[in-house]
């Protein structure tokens, strides 16, 4: 993957600009209300049951802000998100059978949180840029599947 200059900073100014806590929460609860097909992986975060239960529970708030972290990695890595997420494909594919069409749908939600949380900021430019690098992201959690 070749980076423009711009792309470089877009990525590395969204991700030192975003509140990974909120943006986390807030994205994968949205996946989880939207699509709820991905809520069949997460059995072990309990009540589910609705939008209101997803927005409160305490588990996904946590695991949400564990993706935003896996995001600020591939972030510092650019030039190597492949190797960096290595492992990381492996797990959702091997171990925890995650859907690859999945990751598409939680990247789009990140998207939608991102360009609420910067409001006007969030440039046509901006958004191609992040949108670029969650496909990268996506790409590389998808590596390890056979
Ligand atoms: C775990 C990142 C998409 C389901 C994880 C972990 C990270 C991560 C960093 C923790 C790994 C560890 O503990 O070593 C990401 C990123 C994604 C993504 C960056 C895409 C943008 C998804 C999707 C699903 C999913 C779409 C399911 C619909 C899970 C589950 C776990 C996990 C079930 C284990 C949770 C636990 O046991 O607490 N993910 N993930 N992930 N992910 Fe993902």
Request: hydrophobic letters at 45%; glycine letters at 6%.
């Amino acid at each position: 993957v070749v980076w423009t200059d711009f792309e470089r900073a877009t990525i590395q100014d969204v991700f030192s600009k975003i509140d990974a806590q909120s943006v986390g929460q807030q994205a994968l609860s949205r996946c989880l209300v939207v699509y709820p097909w991905t809520q069949r992986y997460f059995g072990k975060f309990g009540n589910l049951y609705n939008a209101a239960a997803i927005a409160g529970n305490q588990m996904v708030a946590a695991h949400g802000l564990t993706v935003v972290r896996g995001l600020e990695k591939a972030a510092k890595n650019m030039d190597n998100i492949k190797a960096t997420f290595t492992d990381l494909s492996k797990l959702h594919s091997e171990k925890l059978h995650v859907d690859p069409d999945n990751f598409k749908l939680l990247a789009d939600c990140i998207t939608i949180v991102i360009s609420a949380s910067m409001g006007a900021s969030f440039t046509a430019e901006v958004q191609a840029a992040l949108q670029k690098f969650l496909s990268v992201v996506i790409s590389a959690l998808g590596m390890q599947y056979h």
